[in-house]
């Protein structure tokens, strides 16, 4: 079971906004923020959203991020179906360790 | 072209060892933090370990601590995780990841190269 808890599955239609949320602790999204990767089927993970809030060169600007306490959050809008994969939430912690939430696996539908 | 590759991936019994090598290209390593991140089949992603530029600090997860060593050469640009008294558990993907050093942000992985634990 993971420190940071994701929904294990979120779905939404071509065009829609969809959010995936990430609930941790103070001792990790509290104070170091989060970061959100993308994996598509087959592939490596992908750097998606970093501190939180900012996207990578080359990221669409459909993707962003937020925190909210000890949260954060993913919301792509105009969903699209290449859309479709695992995004996995993460984060630094201060007991030195390196956390991912346990991944959202998105569906369009 | 940058881009990190990993190698030395493969089947070993319960018990044995296994040394993983990725070679970065198009920039310099030990500019940056690096990690090693598995993932298990069909299962999410695990951190495994972390090494800072320098090589002087590193993290390791409980689940490999006082079993695998990470490691990098400057010369060689290359980062290395040594893996001792593999168990069946440690059968995953292991990726290579570099830190852009803003917020532990893994900003360049390679493609993964397969441990099997098995007898």
């Known amino acids: 079971q993971s420190v940071l808890t994701q929904p294990p599955s979120a779905s939404g239609t071509p065009g829609q906004r969809v959010t995936i949320s990430c609930s941790g602790s103070?001792?990790?999204?509290?104070?170091?923020?989060a970061n959100w990767y993308q994996q598509l089927p087959g592939t490596a993970p992908k750097l998606l959203i970093y501190y939180s809030d900012r996207r990578p060169s080359g990221v669409p600007d459909r993707f962003s991020g937020s925190r909210s306490g000890t949260s954060a959050y993913l919301a792509i809008s105009g969903l699209q179906s290449e859309d479709e994969a695992v995004y996995y939430c993460a984060a630094w912690d201060a007991s030195l360790t390196g956390l991912f939430g346990g991944g959202t696996k998105l569906t369009v539908l | 072209e940058v881009e990190l590759v990993e190698s030395g991936g493969g089947l070993v019994q319960p018990g044995g060892s296994l040394r993983l090598s990725c070679a970065a290209s198009g920039f310099t390593l030990s500019s940056y933090a690096m990690n090693w991140v598995r993932q298990a089949p069909g299962k999410g992603l695990e951190w495994v370990s972390y090494?800072?530029?320098?090589?002087?600090?590193?993290y390791d997860a409980d689940s490999v601590k006082g079993r695998f060593t990470i490691s990098r050469d400057s010369v060689k640009n290359s980062l290395f995780l040594q893996m001792n008294s593999l168990r069946d558990e440690d059968t995953a993907v292991y990726y290579c990841a570099r830190d852009a050093g803003t917020n532990w942000d893994l900003d360049l992985w390679g493609l993964g190269t397969l441990v099997t634990v098995s007898s």
């Open positions: 103070s001792s990790n999204i509290g104070t170091y923020n």
């Open positions: 090494i800072s530029s320098s090589g002087t600090t590193i």
